[in-house]
Every structure is written in C-alpha cells, then in structure tokens.
C-alpha cells in the first residue's frame, strides 16, 4: 500500500511545508526605504547586513510538525486509521499554522506601520491543507475496498 496515490499527496505536502522555511512568506517596506522579509523562524531585516529582527519560535515548531507528519504517515499505511488521523490533524495544523502567518505578518507591520506585500508562500499551507484532504479521501477509499474484500470471504 505504500505506492497508492496518498503516499504522493503525503510526500507533496512534506516537501511544500519545507519552503516557508526556505522562501519568504511576506515582505514588509517601510516608507523610508528600509524591508524586512517573513520567514517562519521570524523577520529578517534586508539590506546591508541582514539582521534577525524577531523570532517566532511557535510558528517554526509548527511548521517542523506540519513536515514530519505526514512525512510518518506516509510509513503508517499498515495502520490505515492512524494515517487517518494524522492527515485530519494535519490540515487542521496547516490552517492554524496559516492563521498564525497572518496573526504575526499583521502584528508587526501595525507595530512597525509598514506595508505588506505577500508571497506566493503564504498559501503554501493552505495547499498543503488540500493535499492532505485528498490523502485522507484516498485512505478512506483504501479502508473501504479492504472491508470489501473481508465482506466476500
């Protein structure tokens, strides 16, 4: 069972999850001429010397979660219900981890009154969600074709 459809979605999701990691989720210009740049770990002022404004060690822990899941799950497909349940947990956790994107990327520009430009990263998780709703359909299908097959024995 591990070359079914839900071990790609599963393998997709751990690989988008790495780029917020690696891309910036949203850049922040300050009229005079100064940009920080969102990263999950926290806000990274550009320029000259690049320098670690905040961190945000939450939303890193979240997002290392949201890459390990189902990176596990996708070895779980001897245990279908728990691979179920990892992939509604990880939409759950991809949505809150988007939600507490926008929380922070709002928080800072109000405190530091900048503009916001958002990446193609911030619906990353989002992505991820869809993926993972996909994965839990697959493995529902699978469940539902083995206790079809226990029915005509």
Known sequence: MIQRI?????F??????????C????????????TYEFYSYGVVQTGEQAEVQAYYWGLFCL????????FAAIFLYKRR????????????????????????????SKEM?????????????????ILSYLATRGIIKDINLLKSYDRIR
């Open 63 to 70: 997002n290392g979660i949201a890459i390990v899941m189902p």
């Open 113 to 129: 009154e900048i503009d916001v430009l958002y990446r193609f990263s911030f619906i990353l998780p989002v992505v991820c969600s």
């Open 6 to 10: 839900q071990s790609v979605y599963l």
């Open 23 to 34: 891309v910036p989720i949203a850049r922040m210009i300050v009229p005079d001429a100064s």
């Open 12 to 21: 997709l999701v751990t690989v988008i999850m790495i780029l917020p990691l």
């Open 81 to 108: 219900l728990l691979q179920m349940r990892l992939s509604l947990i990880e939409i759950f956790l991809c949505l809150g981890i988007t939600a507490l994107m926008w929380y922070h990327i709002n928080y800072f």
